[in-house]
């Protein structure tokens, strides 16, 4: 379903639930406690989000959603799943650890929704993106029309969202939707590049860096990176490495 493994700084939690990482109650259950693991793990510095299948994730099990939504107490059930699927994109977006998605095949619905979560989004050139829930009446409720909206501002989300539109990887490039794009067959090693990079760098420092981004889009974060800042500077780590830097030039 999801598995996890861990090697120094570098954590990598594979989609692996054929055919099409269809989410459902087990998938939201197996995500916490994937999170519960690497919030357990504080050498991890990032984690790197892939799949095994062709597709990344094509959001939610359509046997899950069928059991459920001709009767009221079964839609019921369906915003509590909903709600269950916010919580746990809001706890992979807190984690203290920079987060890379690896889009190597279609990631709709839901399964867009888990990489807007991630910090750092890398697509394959033909990857199909986006957030087509209008089509069956429906609205992207795991997050979908907020993070979109913060990421790419309202015009690129009404395209997206009110439009249905499903886009390519490397449009989403040029839309903002994520950040890089590569030819599929370099995906995985373009991805590993960037995700190795940032495995060199503080744990604490990249948890603060995050920190101090998400001040910023909620209110005023200036503060928040002195509080930083301070907590960094008493840091052994911080402390030998601006040493270094230092002695160097």
Sequence with gaps: ?????????????????????????????????????????????????????????????????????????????????????????????????????????????????????????????????????????????GGGTQRLTRLCGAGVSRRLILGAEIVAGNEAVSLGLVQWMAPAAELQAATRALVERIAELPRAAIAACKECIGAAMTGDGFEVELAGSRMLLGTPDTQSRVRKFLEKE
């Design 1 to 141: 379903m999801i598995s996890l493994s861990i090697a120094g700084p570098i954590a990598i939690a594979t989609l692996c639930q054929p055919p099409v990482n269809a989410i459902n109650d087990a998938w939201v259950m197996r995500l916490n406690e994937v999170l519960d693991e690497l919030e357990q793990s504080p050498d991890v510095a990032v984690l790197w989000l892939r799949s095994s299948e062709r597709v990344f994730c094509a959001g939610a099990d359509l046997e899950f959603m069928r059991a459920r939504f001709l009767t009221e107490a079964g839609r019921e059930l369906m915003i509590a799943f909903t709600r269950d699927l916010q919580a746990v994109y809001a706890r992979l977006e807190r984690l203290g650890m920079a987060t890379v998605a690896e889009i190597g095949g279609a990631a709709l619905g839901g399964g867009f929704e888990l990489a807007l979560a991630c910090d750092l989004r890398f697509a394959a050139d033909k990857a199909k993106i986006g957030l087509p829930e209008a089509r069956l009446g429906l609205l992207p409720a």
